[in-house]
């Protein structure tokens, strides 16, 4: 199984932990910020990136689906507001941001729809041809075997069911790019330590989109494990982009 440069990118490099755990522990201690510092860092355009991603099951019509990399459950919220499910389950590995979106789920009064767990993306808890859908937003560079998540979640895909995939990724127009990465490297680095308390979580974000494999170079992962009918669509003149892939019907 292929490893891949983001694979190896962690969020503390003098622990001793592997990149799973780092992960789990970096957003349980900036979960209480997570949603705010999104929506300022972005800018707020983090929500449309969201409503774009979720427009792409519509015509699935899905009626039971998961989403990996759930976090505070935002997408898994706008997918009950617009997708008229009958079961949304979300998985996260960190138990931090799980209890935010628990809280948030019983605000919306959307208990008897959602349901978050622990899980991981790279052993999920339920049995082959689960849901109609998959989705995961701003988590599969978090995985620390990009492959083996991409295999289980079309392992528990309904034949003809349908993974959306939101990422970040990097704009290609020149004097774009270049404030981009100075924004990245900088700004959002200096602003997450300011309001956040820890500068680590935004210096992973700005190494591991750097290291992720982007556009027709994730397609081609899509591809060669078994997704079919992929597609790409780019947001905000790249920074961020929408991944899609079926699983072959039967």
Known sequence: MTKYSHDHIVPFKDSGQKKKQQVADMFDRIAFRYDFLNRFLSGGIDVRWRKKAIRE??????????????GTADVAIMMAKYLDPENITGIDISEGMLNLGLKKIANYKLKNIIDLQVGDSEAINFPEATFDAITVAFGVRNFANLEKGLEEMLRVLKPGGKLVVLEFSKPKQFLFKRFYSLYMKTAAAGIGKWIGKNREAYKYLHESVNAFPEGKDFLDILDKIGYKGTYLKT????????????????
């Open 57 to 70: 099951l519509k015509e699935v019509d899905p009626k039971f689906i998961l989403d990996v990399a759930t």
């Open 235 to 250: 947001l905000s003149l790249g920074i961020c982009t929408i991944y899609c892939g079926r699983k072959e019907k039967r």
